[in-house]
């Protein structure tokens, strides 16, 4: 009697942990992030599910089990990009969109300093203590830790700003991995509301490897890429120039995955440094910065520069601004 009153108690046992078991499986399809982002706000409050907009924020697999950020970890230099799950309260966000998507919607808590703000009239970087005037009166400071993103990876508008940061000796600045639309499509927070900081004293450490100057770039101790448009490569380039078109270095709307701009990069030697030139920051930024990312030692040079000098330069062996050279190099970089 004593044996089927045991087995009738464990059978009854079974029956009254079942439920407690299906409970259970509702949220196993998920993996709960308690750290969120911005003060533990995720955006929705709900279990990200595997293979979601979120889940992919989150650098986790399809399977719904956490993982690297293998994206940002495959990069040589991986740390100068953010993935977005990884954006917190203690960084500064600026949006650097030239257009009037922040006004309508932007990163939660995100400040805004349009790209073109580094320029002056004529299209020329401004001056570092103009730069730093621009910076200051954001509210930014050389101490801060800064995450950039601009209307599309392919504008270059991130990357210029980049460049601008760079050069002024911040290190703490990385771009976003991802556009505002990822951004929104893994429900992390946004908002419409300006976001207005108080006034610094910008001090910036300028770093001269940033940017090339003339007698460095017609040295040949660099490798010269040219990214203009093909069309002016063909009327007027530096000698020895390689033309990339900066598409080569973005697909979709985001930065090529290391394996692939391995392969656009193939043909340069790692071992040497690299200028990248162009009439437009945007396109020289963007290209300087894939490099970057790459591992690569690159700075970056104006096509306007060049004409200046060389134009003034003739005797000394150096082509006239805009003629073709010998030595001068139809390859492009990125094709097969």
Partial sequence: MTKFNTIGILILSVIALSPVVDAGCSCSGGTWDPSGFLNSELGTGQPVQPGSAQDSAAGNSGSGTQKPLDRVASFPNGAIIKAMKSVSSSDVVMDVSNGNSYASSHIKDAIHIPSKDFLNGEGDLKTDEELAK???????????SIVLYGSKESSGEAEFAFLVLRHLGQNDVKLLDGSLADWKAAG??????????PGKEYKPLVKPEVMADYEYVKSDQ??????????????GRIPGSIALDPSNVIKGDKIKKEADLRTVFSRLDKEKPIVVYSDDY?????????????GYEASTYTWEDWKANAATDVPDGT?????DAAGSKYTKLGTT
């Fill in 134 to 144: 621009v910076l200051g009166d954001a509210g930014v400071s050389r101490d801060d």
């Fill in 222 to 235: 660099a490798q010269i890429i040219d990214v203009r448009p093909f069309v002016e490569f063909g009327k």
């Fill in 319 to 323: 082509a006239p601004a805009g003629g």
């Fill in 282 to 294: 945007s396109r020289s930024a963007l290209v300087w910065y894939a490099l970057q990312l790459m």
């Fill in 188 to 197: 992390l927070p946004e908002e419409a509301s300006a976001n207005i900081l």
